[in-house]
């Protein structure tokens, strides 16, 4: 597993191909995005951002997960409804899941000063857009514009998401940095 998310983070489009294939992996992805998350959630603790008990790392987790599944359910609309691509909406959470690795750095960016957090913040944002729009290429088979698109509203759909307080994990990591 961690060498699928080292390859699905360098944005190996063979380890998305071999994901499709690999339905095993979903549980693979849960346990990707909720570490992720995790790191996220005891990186803020450590940080000394207010609020974050086991029960704040629990709701980081979980807010998390929820993110994954809107993710990909809004990369599946994109992709299937909107561009008339093809795919099962378990394979789309699954690459996603693995998509998330980049935002590991979050986790990393936490304990760092605030220009720079911020921007290493950014930079993890801009690569989990970039490995969500690798995981859309080989999902639907499409070029590179048709894959960033689909990638952009996925995103854009989780981030007003969480902007609204649904699923309020980075949100709050964000207004600390």
């Not at 690569?127 to 960033?148: I, K, P």
């Amino acid at each position: 597993m961690l060498q699928q998310m080292l390859r699905a983070a360098r944005l190996d489009r063979r380890v998305y191909t071999e994901l499709i294939f690999d339905d095993y992996a979903t549980g693979n992805a849960i346990m990707v995005v909720a570490g992720v998350y995790a790191l996220i959630a005891l990186a803020s603790a450590f940080s000394g951002i207010p609020g974050i008990s086991l029960t704040g790392v629990l709701l980081v987790v979980f807010g998390g997960v929820i993110g994954w599944l809107v993710i990909g359910g809004a990369l599946w609309m994109a992709g299937v409804k909107l561009l008339d691509g093809e795919a099962r909406f378990q394979t789309v959470v699954r690459l996603v899941g693995f998509a998330h690795t980049p935002l590991i750095i979050v986790a990393i960016a936490l304990p760092l000063p605030s220009p720079v957090s911020t921007a290493v913040a950014i930079v993890a944002l801009v690569w989990f857009f970039a490995a969500v729009t690798a995981a859309a290429q080989v999902l639907f088979d499409f070029e590179r514009g048709r894959s960033a698109s689909a990638a952009l509203l996925a995103v854009a759909v989780w981030w007003v998401l969480q902007m609204i307080g649904i699923g309020p994990s980075l949100p709050m990591v964000f207004r600390r940095l």
